[in-house]
């Protein structure tokens, strides 16, 4: 491998010849080889956006001229339009809080990419310089908080069509289970009858109202502090800069940004993008009772409840032949589980980062995020299309449950009162009998009696 020797305010550093990054990424390779693990794709293009953002208004302001800029412009359409040098960002998501090192890598890779176009070689920061140019006007403080909100509804409006399809999907098993009444449950006990249906109406309603909710955020989201520069006072900015820009960024991202009129609160804090993760854990709270409510009425197929029948997808155990397991369940599951633990890092991170003017826990907070919302796009389609499809409702087995269920005697209380059909109840479990055959045993005269124990009629 050859390389090229780059100077800095610290020193001389070797890069690699044929990289398009410089020496502060390379610095922050060997400064933070911690997990591994860089930053994602999505939040990488939302810097490129940004950047091209930013470049528009300084060309516009003739803070940079024509050739410089248009050579810096085709350099970042190579990422935003041909997903080019997205090879080129290979710095640890766990470094600097403010993200600075991946905000320079990008400075970098256009810097070096736009001196190459224009004829020069790499990693002389001429005649275009990553600071002075390609970073005009902005600072790291103002530019990772910026695309923090721009990846994050980028990624909520991948999500909003799957939890539309997750909606419609819980629309069409309503239909099916309509007729269908089954024993309710309440502490995992016996109680009085419910229709299937309005199980899964609770499913339903309750991920209309994460929509709801998900689409809030968006909003908050959409105001962005660029322009701020490194404390929200907009130092070494042009008055028009932060106006300009977030035209020229709608524009780009299809997305109605606006300026947060209190700059400074987009940079010091991070609690809109908190507000995010905290949707993102209800949803997930949402999308786990969903999840294991059909696990339990999917157990079985003997010992269980056995009320749904759940598509067999794959084999269930290594040593028990003929087992299935609910593994989408246990699958969606885990991802919520995820979501969550995401979530109290991304608190932490508000908690334990927002000191004084800057949050310094930009990056992980901002992986986490947008973790979140893959994993739940990735799982709830899983879901949808290896178990909810094809769940089906074992009414053989719901209706032998309701003929021998006790909390029937519940619509009897208003008549014979709440001791006796508590009396008639424990007889009827310990002598393995109907309540229907107890209440005759005990001679017990009540008009319309098989009405009034149609479990049907009870809801």
């Not at 998501?93 to 403010?98: A, V």
Request: charged share 20%; hydrophobic share 40%.
């Amino acid at each position: 491998m050859s390389f090229r020797t780059e100077k800095d305010v610290i020193g001389e550093l070797e890069v690699p010849s044929d990289v398009y990054w410089g020496i502060n990424t390379q610095r922050a390779i060997q400064n933070f080889q911690i997990s591994g693990k860089t930053f994602p794709k999505i939040f990488i293009v939302s810097l490129g956006q940004l950047k091209k953002a930013c470049l528009l208004t300084n060309m516009e302001l003739g803070l940079i001229d024509k050739e410089k800029g248009d050579a810096i412009l085709q350099a970042v359409n190579e990422i935003l339009n041909e997903n080019k040098l997205l090879d080129q960002f290979p710095i640890d998501i766990y470094q600097t809080g403010s993200g600075t090192q991946t905000n320079m890598n990008m400075n970098e890779v256009l810097a070096n990419r736009a001196a190459q176009i224009l004829g020069f070689p790499m990693g002389k920061k001429h005649p275009i310089h990553p600071n002075d140019h390609v970073n005009k006007s902005q600072s790291s403080n103002d530019v990772i908080p910026t695309t923090m909100h721009i990846s994050t509804v980028h990624m909520i409006k991948k999500l909003i069509p799957v939890l539309n399809r997750l909606v419609e999907t819980l629309t069409i098993k309503i239909e099916e289970f309509e007729e269908i009444v089954k024993v309710g449950r309440t502490h995992l006990q016996d109680a009085v009858p419910i229709p299937l249906s309005l199980e899964f109406k609770v499913y339903k309603k309750q991920i209309e109202t994460n929509i709801e909710r998900l689409r809030h955020v968006m909003d908050e989201l959409l105001f962005i502090p660029i322009g701020g520069t490194a404390l929200g006072t907009g130092l070494n900015a042009h008055k028009d800069f932060d106006k300009l820009t977030v035209n020229h960024l709608s524009k780009i991202t299809s997305l109605s940004l606006k300026i947060n009129p209190i700059k400074a609160e987009g940079i010091s804090s991070h609690n809109t993008i908190a507000n995010a993760s905290s949707n993102l854990r209800l949803l997930a709270l949402s999308l786990l009772k969903m999840a294991n409510d059909i696990r339990w009425m999917g157990s079985g197929p003997r010992a269980g409840l056995s009320e749904l029948i759940l598509p067999q997808n794959e084999p269930g155990s290594s040593i028990m032949p003929g087992k299935i397991n609910p593994t989408q369940s246990e699958a969606l599951i885990q991802v919520c589980l995820q979501v969550i633990g995401n979530d109290y890092v991304v608190t932490s991170g508000e908690m334990y980062g927002s000191i004084l003017d800057l949050n310094m826990s930009k990056p992980v907070m901002i992986v986490n995020v947008l973790e979140s919302i893959e994993i739940l796009i990735g799982g709830i389609n899983s879901f949808i299309s290896n178990c909810l499809i094809g769940l089906k409702a074992n009414t053989k087995q719901i209706n032998m449950n309701l003929d021998q269920m006790l909390m029937i005697v519940t619509n009897l209380s208003p008549i014979i009162g709440y001791d006796k059909c508590s009396e008639i109840a424990q007889r009827a479990h310990k002598e393995g009998k109907t309540c229907k055959v107890v209440i005759k045993e005990m001679g017990l005269k009540i008009d319309n009696l098989d009405e009034l124990l149609d479990p049907k009629k009870m809801v």
